[in-house]
């Protein structure tokens, strides 16, 4: 699938602003007034920049009103409207919090918990896909929800529960890259179940329908970069989990070494949400013969 | 509605018989002229005169070969378009309403006043039947020719896909899957037809023809025949016949 910039940029900035209203939710760190305003701003700012960033991937923006319509069946509107009322939510417990000096717990916890179910909203738009096996299962909710959860850690200075969450994400990251080379084989989907020839022996594709590029090619049989994705792997754990953990672990954890760690965490996370898009197969590369 | 409904009146869609079709790619260009004249936006092309074109189509063709070990290969030409699957994925993810499947004939159509141009829909499509226009920023995809086959300002015969009406090789048939006496019910039952992915579950409501046993596939080509000499006379001759008994 095509790695576009807006999807990525829109997936981990608006994680770690819910992963960071969860904690904030559940009155962590103990702060109040404007340093209470100041984390709470960050949260808002960055559910709001990823939200925005997300319309930049539509081809036809002005219709996107109707996007909250129709969440008895789709999860693309269900994260709309679940994104929308827990910056609602989460609006009205902050400023209370901040500015009256009154944090209302109960509605703190409502916020953490619509932060959370909006990062797993966000999750199933693509866990939901039988069209693109290595999204198709239960790891690709678990592993929005820990990189959201471990980043709001990092932001709200919570290293114990950080650490904690940084080797969650390691033990299921690498589970779910290994399952995942496996899962286009093991969804029983080939260039013979797609042609339905497979009767008639071993199918290749002769001709292409065209012979210049299209849609299906560029958004969904996307391979370019391909080669590096082993070497990108390692990188991005490292990034990501690794080095943030060991400065956790090594470190007397200052000013100076959390700014180390959020940036190492940001860009190993940007390289995952690569990978995440392009290494993902989609069926319809079997009528090209591609995967 | 993004709700699938549980059951449609009719099941109008495609018979493609794969025997038949001979790659001409017909069916493509009429289909992209009827739907850039007609039914919503324009089908649009980016660089159609430069050296990187591209452009939407709702049906495409393409070109298989099929090879069993020591046999000889068959090509298989291979018309893809919407199947417009009775469970059809792409329905439910559709955020604004914008894409729907037709109670009464089970046609899956996107409403392009509503469509946000997501692609969303693209990706839940195992078959690559619809795309994003580039131009229009709307989901494009095939209609049925919904608008010709209601048409009653068109002549009767021409109340059919186009794609149906234009293919010369007769490898496209339309109709009714719902009722077991249409042509391509009957079609469907003689001659094997089949779904594509059906491990997807999308249950498509077009089904495709297998090509027919081919009648020497399986023994490759025709036995070589064996060096034959002409009878020869005189000298030569009585040469090779004493040499044969030696
Ligand atoms: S072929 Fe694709 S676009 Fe057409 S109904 Fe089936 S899933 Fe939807
Ligand atoms: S591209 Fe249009 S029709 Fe397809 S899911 Fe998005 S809004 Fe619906
Ligand atoms: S039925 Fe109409 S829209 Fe669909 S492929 Fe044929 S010509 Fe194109």
């Known amino acids: ?137 239960a790891v690709t909710p678990l592993l929005f929800l820990l990189y959201a959860s471990a980043g709001g850690a990092l932001l709200s200075n919570q290293m114990t529960v950080a650490l904690v969450l940084l080797g969650l994400i390691i033990a299921f990251q690498a589970m779910a890259w290994l ?45 370019v970069g391909r080669k590096h994705a082993a070497k990108l792997r390692v990188l991005a754990l490292v990034l990501v989990a690794l080095l943030p953990a060991l400065l956790i672990l090594l470190t007397d954890v200052n000013h100076v070494i959390v700014a180390i760690i959020m940036l190492s965490h940001i860009i190993g996370l940007f390289a995952q949400r690569w990978l995440f898009f392009a290494q993902a197969e989609h069926v319809v590369g079997l009528y090209y013969d591609a995967r | 509605m993004t709700q699938l409904p549980t059951s449609t009146e009719k099941k109008l869609g495609l018979v493609i018989d794969l025997d038949t079709c001979v790659g001409c790619h017909a069916c493509v260009i009429s289909c992209k002229g009827w739907n850039t004249n007609e039914y919503g936006a324009p089908l649009s092309d980016m660089d159609a005169y430069g050296g990187d074109p591209s452009g939407t189509f709702l049906n495409r063709v393409h070109t298989f070969e099929a090879k069993q070990e020591g046999c000889a290969s068959q090509t298989i030409h291979f018309p893809k378009s919407c199947l417009h699957c009775e469970d059809a994925p792409c329905v439910p993810v559709c955020p604004t309403g914008a894409s729907y499947k037709r109670e009464e004939d089970g046609i899956v159509l996107v409403n392009e006043d509503k469509c946000m141009g997501c692609g969303l829909c693209a990706w839940a499509c195992p078959y690559g039947a619809r795309e994003l226009d580039e131009m229009a920023g709307v989901m494009k995809k095939c209609t049925l020719c919904v608008d010709r086959i209601y048409n009653e300002n068109l002549p009767e015969e021409d109340r059919i896909p186009s794609c149906v009406r234009t293919c010369p090789a007769g490898a496209r048939h339309f109709g009714d899957f719902a009722d077991p006496e249409s042509n391509v019910s009957k079609l469907v039952a003689e001659r094997g037809g089949m779904d594509l992915m059906p491990e997807q579950g999308t249950k498509p409501v077009n089904k495709y023809l297998p090509p027919r046993p081919k009648a020497d596939v399986n023994g490759t080509q025709a036995p070589a025949l064996e060096a034959q000499s002409e009878e020869i006379t005189g000298f030569l001759g009585w040469l090779d016949r004493t040499l044969e008994k030696i």
């Open chain 1, 179 to 223: 399952q995942g080379d496996t899962a286009l084989e093991r969804s029983g989907s080939s260039i013979e179940s797609a042609t339905g020839l497979g009767d008639l022996g071993k199918v290749r594709l002769l001709e292409k329908p065209h012979s210049g590029e299209n849609y299906l090619l560029k958004e969904m049989v996307y391979v």
């Open chain 1, 1 to 137: 699938m095509h790695p576009a910039p807006s999807v990525i940029i829109f997936s981990t900035i608006s994680g770690l602003g819910f992963g960071l209203m969860l904690f904030l939710g559940l009155g962590l760190p103990d702060v109040s007034g404007w340093v209470a305003a100041t984390f709470a701003t960050v949260a808002l700012g960055l559910a709001t920049i990823g939200l925005l960033a997300s319309t930049f991937h539509l081809g036809n923006p002005k219709n996107a009103i109707y996007a909250f319509s129709q969440w008895q069946t789709s999860w693309l509107s269900r994260e709309g409207i679940m994104a929308v009322l827990t910056l609602a939510v989460f609006f009205i417990y902050a400023a209370l919090w901040a500015f009256m000096d009154n944090r209302i717990p109960m509605l703190g916890y409502l916020a953490s918990a619509m932060a959370m179910v909006t990062v797993f909203t966000t999750s199933m738009i693509y866990a939901q896909l039988k069209t693109v096996p290595r999204w198709n299962t």
